[in-house]
């Protein structure tokens, strides 16, 4: 069975270690009908253990049989779980977000784990975290530092801190502290998530590269992006400097802006459906610069296109 493919940046992708996974997965043991929010490794060993669990997460390749597979903020099921566990994006929004989705879905009473950034993580950021706690008080008795939290190191980190202009945006802490949530009553639903922006993704193996559908270039071809290291993204933080001139994007840290996505994607299309690296690099003859990046030759293991939303 395959596993999941590489971290991609645009989903935030970072995953617990192995110690931490395990540590988690104990403390979800017992209860059937687990929520499990942006977290595949604990909802792989929770299901391998016999625990009704279900996964919430855009990625669609996580080897979990109950995968829904959407954006969390979208995800509205109210009363149906007996616990929920959520790692969402380490940024105020997204985490107030998660957190109603996961309350939602236990009720009252109802008991939610959540991953949040440490005091460290960045200027302001502890109290930023207080900040959106104290919003969330008046719907849930909170718990601060349950458990100490570990990541494993993606490679688009590892790219991006390896370069010379590695710096605070260039690297995440790898911990965080688990809150918990007693739910008092139910808070309302987050917005529905906007489809103003949306990226096509190409998941080859265990690469994937994202086209953003309206590009972000105004000369033709694929060029750099500036504040890039040539074609290497020196960044982790949704805050980078430029970050919006990205339009391509790889799961190794690879970027690039274009003004005509819509050529980009069909000669990925049939680059990933040659039979031969030939064929494949052939079809590829118009956008040249992406057979400087580490796209897989086929023949493939697997090849999945889809689409998810900014």
């Known amino acids: 069975m395959n596993g999941p493919p590489l971290p991609h940046p645009l ?3 970072w995953r617990y270690d192995e110690a931490t996974a ?16 942006g977290v595949p490794s604990v909802a792989r060993r929770l299901e391998a253990e016999g625990t009704i669990v279900t996964l919430v997460d855009r990625q669609p390749l996580h080897g979990v049989s109950n995968h829904v ?10 009363d149906a779980f007996a616990l929920a566990l959520a790692d969402p994006p380490w940024y105020s929004r997204q985490f ?8 939602r879905a236990v009720g009252e009473a109802g008991s939610v784990l959540l991953s949040a950034w440490p005091q460290d993580a960045r200027p302001g950021a502890g109290p930023e975290l207080d900040g959106i706690l104290e919003e969330i008080r008046p719907w849930a008795d909170v718990e601060r530092r349950v458990a100490e939290l570990a990541y494993e190191q993606p490679p688009f980190e590892k790219i991006a801190r390896a370069s010379d202009a590695a710096g605070p945006l260039s690297q995440s802490p790898l911990r965080g502290e688990l809150v918990r949530l007693t739910v008092k009553w139910k808070p309302p639903a987050p917005m529905p998530t906007k ?7 190409f998941t080859v193996d265990d690469y994937q590269i994202a086209v953003l559908s309206d590009g972000t270039g105004r000369l033709p071809g694929i060029h750099t992006v500036p504040d890039a290291k040539g074609w290497l993204w020196p960044f982790v933080s949704a805050r980078a400097p430029g970050i919006e001139n990205i339009a391509i994007w790889s799961s190794n840290g690879e970027v690039a802006s274009t003004n005509d996505p819509a050529s ?8 990933f459906r040659a039979e031969n690296a030939a064929a494949f690099e052939k079809a590829l003859v118009l956008q040249p610069e992406l057979l400087e990046w580490s796209l897989p030759r086929p023949p493939y293991r697997r090849l999945m296109e889809w689409r998810h939303r900014r």
């Open 69 to 78: 597979s959407s954006e969390v903020e979208d995800f509205d099921v109210q």
């Open 96 to 103: 107030a977000d998660w957190a109603a989705v996961a309350a």
């Open 22 to 37: 395990e540590m988690l997965t104990g403390m979800l043991r017992g209860p059937d009908r687990v929520l499990a929010l």
């Open 11 to 13: 989903d935030h992708d």
């Open 195 to 201: 489809a103003d922006r949306e990226w096509i993704r």
């Open 264 to 271: 980009v994607v069909a000669a990925l299309r049939t680059a």
